[in-house]
């Protein structure tokens, strides 16, 4: 089906384990976002990518880490979960940046660090 | 960078009732404007948007928003909700002209209608 996937839909990590959500769009894209839910933050950016092979920070990028080697998938690695990064992940994807089209959300990822 | 203030946290309303909610936005220059719809257990979906022209944006879903530019305003209303209404609303910002990827989101509004 096409749109854009995350995978795994919930997680739970020990904190100091890395783990990596998963972000797949079938529309080719160029615009790929990863935003963190928090309750009172709403979203939150953590990085984009205008392209493959070019990423850059959002607002809250540290102790993240992107690649994205082909347009289609956006992982997002989290090099070693603090509790603090508990959230709800969304990854997104636009055919511009967001602020000139509509923005493609997935479901969202629930990670909880314990 | 832009920041979005949304007012109210949680609002309930009876079914037929009329709906407003506010969303103000601190950035001096030309922004374009969104509103965006979180049904339960689903993803964030695009309502309503303003880049440029009549301040008055009509979405789906029978929802409209003002832009007021001197109060730095976009609010959605809705003359009649319906139960179906019951979601999380996020306002978002972005700068208006050239790269701006960087989309600010409010902290959202939940809308509970009661049947």
């Known amino acids: 089906d096409a749109g854009i996937t995350q995978s795994p839909r919930y997680k739970i990590t020990e904190t100091g384990r890395q783990v990596t959500l998963m972000c797949h769009q079938t529309?080719?894209?160029?615009?790929m976002f990863w935003y963190r839910q928090d309750l009172g933050h709403g979203l939150r950016l953590i990085y984009y990518?205008?392209?493959?092979?070019?990423?850059d920070k959002g607002e809250v990028p540290d102790g993240y880490v992107v690649s994205r080697s082909k347009t289609e998938n956006f992982p997002l690695t989290l090099e070693s979960a603090t509790r603090s990064q508990t959230s709800v992940y969304f990854c997104?994807?636009?055919?511009?940046?967001?602020?000139?089209?509509?923005?493609?959300f997935g479901q969202g990822t629930r990670l909880t660090v314990v | 960078a832009q920041s979005v203030s949304q007012h109210n946290h949680h609002v309930i309303l009876s079914e037929a009732a009329s709906l407003e909610l506010g969303c103000n936005y601190s950035?001096?220059?030309?922004?374009?404007l969104f509103w965006y719809v979180q049904y339960p257990g689903q993803h964030l979906q695009l309502l309503l948007k303003?880049?440029?022209?009549?301040?008055l944006v009509k979405g789906i879903k029978g929802f409209e928003a003002e832009f007021i530019k001197s109060k730095f305003s976009f609010n959605l209303r809705k003359p009649s909700v319906q139960w179906s209404d019951t979601a999380e609303y996020f306002c978002?910002?972005?700068?208006?002209?050239?790269?701006?990827?960087?989309?600010?989101f409010g902290a959202g509004t939940r809308l509970t209608v009661k049947p």
């Open positions: 950035y001096g220059g030309t922004v374009n």
């Open positions: 990518s205008a392209a493959a092979d070019i990423t």
């Open positions: 529309w080719s894209h160029s615009y």
């Open positions: 997104a994807s636009s055919t511009a940046g967001p602020g000139y089209t509509e923005a493609f």
């Open positions: 978002a910002v972005t700068p208006g002209l050239g790269f701006n990827n960087d989309m600010r």
């Open positions: 303003y880049f440029s022209g009549d301040p």
